[in-house]
């Protein structure tokens, strides 16, 4: 709706990680952005927008894909390596029962690469890994077990809205959100 309006704006998407996006808010780089956080910084307004489950996840090549899941016990399960995003260690890690992981990284993209080669395991949001387990490429591990909601955020600074751009991006922004969920 909002392209569909009159207006001299321009949207410019940047993808990074959550603490860079909430640093260019507060720097005033950036009027807003979307993350998925698990806590909150002092001078952002946080605004929330829908919640993603996470499931664990293992590739066709990791020794793990051809077993029923009734035959992957928790002793099992910690023996694995788990890949985490850099922000999420702490609730990844607990929600896999493991004391640390065994790599780190910022972007879901690389976190899904690296559970595709075979050698890791980790959470990945359902929507985002649904491609690979069509095509046969990721399973869930335990579904019941290992599962959690991130919940997503429209950040901005604290304050009054800047622009008035920026208020009707968000109200129809808004509207948009209040369709799609009770559709």
Aim: glycine share 6%; charged share 20%; net charge positive.
């Amino acid at each position: 709706r909002y392209n569909q309006r009159a207006n001299a704006t321009r949207l410019s998407l940047v993808q990074d990680d959550v603490s860079s996006l909430e640093r260019l808010v507060l720097g005033g780089q950036l009027d807003l952005a979307f993350v998925g956080a698990p806590r909150q910084l002092d001078g952002l307004q946080y605004t929330y927008l829908y919640d993603e489950w996470q499931m664990l996840y293992c590739a066709r090549s990791h020794p793990l894909f051809h077993r029923i899941d009734a035959e992957i016990g928790n002793d099992v399960l910690t023996q694995q390596r788990m890949v985490s995003r850099d922000l999420w260690t702490a609730i990844e890690t607990e929600k896999f029962l493991s004391k640390r992981a065994d790599s780190l990284i910022n972007h879901i993209t690389t976190k899904t690469e690296l559970i595709l080669t075979g050698t890791y395991i980790g959470f990945l949001p359902v929507d985002h890994a649904a491609s690979y387990v069509k095509a046969g490429q990721l399973r869930q591990i335990r579904p019941g077990d290992f599962s959690w909601a991130t919940t997503y955020y429209i950040v901005r600074k604290k304050g009054p809205v800047a622009s008035r751009q920026l208020q009707i991006f968000l109200r129809d922004l808004s509207s948009a959100m209040k369709k799609s969920i009770s559709a």
